[in-house]
């Protein structure tokens, strides 16, 4: 059926605009994306029509938007096929889904000598979490160095495992040069030496889509933001097995089954880990947002961001002066790059001045920075919304920042 460039065009309004007199080419889609209608309209209506705070209501708004709350999970739950709607725990957003589990696995399992394993490749927020684990247990922790290409080496990744080996935590996609690592054949080395794995899909299930049983995931945690959904909205998926066996990370209503001075038993999966007022709106937008992307296609937004990767490749390697870094085999619609002479920052000011929206900086990766010797890049991160006519516009934009510096 392939995919109706003009029609998802439409769908976005905030894509029509102008910005310093020129259309807008919105390419800072690996910081958050933009929202369609579908998920803008569903969530005003509920602020105008049905707003009401969810579970144990007595009366009718209550009930409704609680039975949309517990629908939105098992949009998400089919849209990750996980097998439980009470393994998807909504969260605040990746960042939340990771500290929630490196602090209640953490507390359960990691003792002083034990060991975690994470990648050169990380966000901060897959790496700060773990460090901090680490310095509250006196724990170790073991980094999958990567290649010049931006590929996760795995044959190091094998020799880290040991008998104090914990946990695993890489990123699926990698968000400062689009890597797409191969997690299903690394959680099944993992699961070899009985370590369970987390995967940080922030960046993977806008763009590949994933099915956490296929990969047998332990944790999945992903952002809404980062996927047409709202901000502020996030899961945390986990295999029922391990989620109930770890103790609640935040306490307080919600999560809690019977309260005394003396003692309190906590409330059954997902609401154990659902401490207060749920962002229960965000909820439903985020479904909503899953519910557009299987409309979409994943197949179809699959096909016309690799359209997108091939293109743009070539004609920003064509630049003179132009280094792209990230060149794996199997990538998602990211370009990271830098200019000869000229500071990231710099370019990326001008290039806004063209209505171009690019990120620069370390994209809250600073050890893969330090691994390639920079300080940050310029990064074009694109999605299905985005056209080659705005490639080319980048890549004049880029042009005239080579004529001005050089
Ligand atoms: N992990 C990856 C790979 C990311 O790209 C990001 C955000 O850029 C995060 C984690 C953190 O996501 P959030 O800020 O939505 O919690």
């Keep these: 059926m392939g995919l109706d460039i003009n029609r998802v065009r439409n769908d976005f309004p905030i894509l029509n605009q102008v910005v310093h007199k020129k259309p807008l080419a919105y390419f800072d889609n690996a910081a958050t994306t933009q929202k369609p209608l579908k998920v803008i309209e569903i969530m005003d209506?509920?602020?105008m029509e049905t707003n009401s705070n969810i579970h144990r209501g007595v009366h009718y708004l209550s009930d409704l938007t609680t039975t949309q709350f517990e629908e939105a999970r098992k949009t998400v739950r089919k849209f990750i096929n996980a097998r439980y709607d009470h393994e998807i725990i909504f969260t605040s957003g990746t960042t939340a889904g990771i500290n929630q589990v490196a602090f209640c696995f953490g507390e359960k399992y990691v003792k002083p000598g034990d060991e975690i394993?994470?990648?050169?490749?990380?966000?901060?927020?897959?790496i700060v979490p773990w460090q901090m684990l680490c310095e509250r247990k006196d724990a170790k922790l073991c980094v999958i160095p990567i290649n010049d290409l931006g590929e996760l080496v795995l044959d190091e990744y094998e020799r880290l495992f040991s008998s104090r080996t914990r946990i695993v935590a890489v990123t699926h996609v990698a968000n400062s040069i689009g890597t797409i690592n191969p997690v299903k054949e690394m959680i099944t080395t993992a699961h070899r030496y009985g370590v369970p794995v987390l995967v940080d899909g922030a960046q993977a299930v806008q763009h590949?889509?994933?099915?956490?049983?296929?990969?047998?995931?332990?944790?999945?945690?992903?952002?809404?933001?980062?996927?047409?959904?709202?901000?502020?909205?996030?899961?945390l998926y986990g295999k029922e097995e391990i989620l109930d066996e770890l103790p609640p990370w935040q306490t307080g209503g919600e999560m809690v089954d019977q309260v005394s001075f003396e003692k309190t038993t906590f409330n059954k999966l997902p609401f154990k880990f659902e401490a207060g007022t749920p962002n229960y709106i965000g909820g439903i937008g985020l479904a909503a947002a899953a519910e557009y992307l299987e409309e979409t296609g994943l197949d179809n937004i699959k096909a016309y961001e690799k359209d997108l990767l091939e293109y743009g490749s070539k004609k920003l390697s064509e630049i003179e002066g132009l280094h792209l870094f990230g060149e794996a085999g199997n990538k998602i619609s990211i370009f990271s790059f830098i200019l000869d002479n000229i500071h990231?920052?710099?370019?990326?000011?001008?290039?806004?001045?063209?209505?171009?929206?690019?990120?620069t900086g370390n994209h809250c990766a600073q050890p893969f920075m330090e691994r390639f010797g920079i300080r940050g890049t310029v990064r074009a991160s694109l999605v299905f919304y985005n056209t080659r006519e705005e490639i080319d516009r980048l890549c004049e934009a880029v042009e005239k920042v080579n004529q001005m510096f050089n």
């Design 117 to 126: 394993i994470i990648s050169e490749i990380e966000h901060h927020s897959n």
């Design 45 to 47: 209506r509920i602020y």
């Design 344 to 359: 990231p920052y710099d370019a990326g000011m001008i290039i806004d001045k063209y209505g171009i929206a690019v990120r």
């Design 208 to 235: 590949t889509g994933v099915d956490v049983r296929d990969l047998d995931a332990d944790f999945y945690v992903f952002s809404g933001h980062k996927m047409y959904g709202p901000t502020g909205i996030g899961v």
